[in-house]
């Protein structure tokens, strides 16, 4: 009797747990997952006509108009005088000096390699909290950092799409670099303005200061390919407007270390896209490079921070990190 209450118990447990999900913040996580993964092999279709500094400027172009619908709809405010001049700062880092490294780098970088080195990027933001916030990491944090560096090195000596010896692929790792002190120095902004509301700005600023590559946008688009055209307007829409409205939605619902852990399936997705959309295969050195990125990311993440951390350190971690693809 014991035994056929336990078996009725256990499916209603399930059904328990199934039904305290929140399929919302699911659903908001899958979208951006995805959309963020579809970024990569997006702009190496529109580089195909697009110069890569064009790629950007239309890319935010779209992006904030279409964020400017979605301030006027939740009725946001915008910020007091006295942030826009860190805002303008974090918006030159991770909106121009990200995107403009990073379509470079595309040039000659499979988009889902591209993917993986970006994917380095919170290794980088430990390392800047190190050095600029006086945290400490643990033995295992330092050695995932080891792992994460090795696994892009392998990345580069692989041969095929890695970096190779062509030097434009370096502006995936300069992105990469920017993205994490990107990461490290928008902190304390998100949690003054939230999520959203900060990064409708940043990328306003980001997309202000794109506009000094306007001459020759125009014939640029007059000539390109539909195709093209609507891979750049696509990221504006999709990775860009709809991918940070859904994953300030989700950051407003779960804490962010445990949103951010769906971030590595990123890369995996950039690599299917890619050849679905693409038709471009990784090669092995990309497979088993990507990893060890990620091996050494979810290393540092997981057991990084020396067990003396301060508070402070151990809040920031619960701060949403924006991934602008």
Same mark, same amino acid.
């Given at each position: 009797?014991?035994?056929?209450?336990?078996?009725?118990?256990?499916?209603?447990?399930?059904?328990?747990? %199934?039904?305290?999900?929140?399929?919302?913040?699911?659903?908001? &996580?899958?979208?951006?997952?995805?959309?963020?993964?579809?970024?990569?092999?997006?702009?190496?279709?529109?580089?195909?006509? =697009?110069?890569?500094?064009?790629?950007?400027?239309?890319?935010?172009?779209?992006?904030?108009?279409?964020?400017?619908?979605?301030?006027?709809?939740?009725?946001?405010?915008?910020?007091?005088?006295?942030?826009?001049?860190?805002?303008?700062? @974090?918006?030159?880092?991770?909106?121009?000096?990200?995107?403009?490294?990073?379509?470079?780098?595309?040039?000659?970088?499979?988009?889902?390699?591209?993917? &993986?080195?970006?994917?380095?990027?919170?290794? !980088? @933001?430990?390392?800047?909290?190190? !050095?600029?916030?006086?945290?400490?990491?643990?033995?295992?944090?330092?050695?995932?950092?080891?792992?994460?560096?090795?696994?892009?090195?392998? !990345?580069?000596?692989?041969?095929?799409?890695?970096?190779?010896?062509?030097?434009?692929?370096?502006?995936? &790792?300069?992105?990469?670099?920017?993205?994490?002190?990107?990461?490290?120095?928008?902190?304390?902004?998100?949690?003054?303005?939230?999520?959203?509301? =900060? @990064?409708?700005?940043?990328?306003?600023?980001?997309?202000?200061?794109?506009? !000094?590559?306007?001459?020759?946008?125009?014939?640029?688009?007059?000539?390109? #390919?539909?195709?093209?055209?609507?891979?750049?307007?696509?990221?504006?829409?999709?990775?860009?407007?709809?991918?940070?409205?859904?994953?300030?939605?989700?950051?407003?619902?779960?804490?962010?270390?445990?949103?951010?852990?769906? %971030?590595?399936?990123? #890369?995996?997705?950039?690599?299917?896209?890619?050849?679905?959309?693409?038709?471009?295969?990784?090669?092995?050195?990309?497979?088993?490079?990507?990893?060890?990125? %990620?091996?050494?990311?979810?290393?540092?993440?997981?057991?990084?921070?020396?067990?003396?951390?301060?508070?402070?350190?151990?809040?920031?971690?619960?701060?949403?990190?924006?991934?602008?693809?």
């Amino acid at each position: 009797m014991v035994e056929e209450v336990q078996v009725v118990e256990a499916p209603r447990r399930a059904a328990i747990r %199934l039904e305290n999900v929140d399929w919302r913040v699911v659903g908001a &996580v899958a979208v951006t997952v995805t959309v963020w993964a579809s970024a990569f092999p997006a702009i190496r279709a529109g580089l195909a006509a =697009y110069a890569p500094v064009h790629v950007a400027l239309l890319r935010f172009l779209v992006a904030s108009a279409a964020l400017g619908v979605i301030a006027v709809i939740t009725r946001m405010q915008l910020p007091a005088l006295r942030d826009w001049p860190a805002i303008a700062a @974090t918006g030159f880092l991770g909106v121009f000096t990200y995107h403009i490294s990073l379509n470079t780098g595309e040039l000659t970088v499979a988009p889902g390699t591209a993917s &993986v080195i970006v994917a380095a990027a919170p290794v !980088i @933001t430990a390392l800047m909290a190190v !050095i600029f916030l006086r945290e400490r990491l643990s033995a295992w944090g330092w050695l995932g950092i080891a792992i994460c560096f090795g696994g892009v090195t392998y !990345i580069a000596l692989g041969g095929g799409e890695g970096l190779a010896l062509d030097p434009r692929g370096l502006f995936v &790792v300069v992105a990469a670099v920017a993205q994490g002190v990107f990461f490290a120095s928008q902190k304390p902004l998100v949690a003054r303005l939230g999520a959203l509301r =900060y @990064t409708t700005c940043a990328l306003w600023a980001g997309a202000v200061m794109l506009l !000094i590559f306007t001459p020759g946008l125009v014939e640029q688009i007059q000539a390109a #390919p539909p195709a093209a055209t609507l891979a750049v307007a696509f990221l504006g829409i999709f990775p860009s407007a709809i991918g940070y409205a859904t994953w300030a939605y989700a950051l407003s619902r779960i804490p962010a270390s445990r949103a951010s852990s769906f %971030l590595y399936l990123v #890369p995996a997705l950039a690599f299917l896209i890619s050849w679905i959309w693409l038709g471009e295969l990784p090669i092995l050195s990309d497979i088993v490079g990507g990893l060890i990125v %990620l091996a050494g990311v979810i290393m540092v993440n997981t057991w990084g921070k020396a067990k003396a951390a301060s508070q402070l350190a151990a809040a920031e971690q619960e701060l949403p990190d924006f991934n602008l693809r």
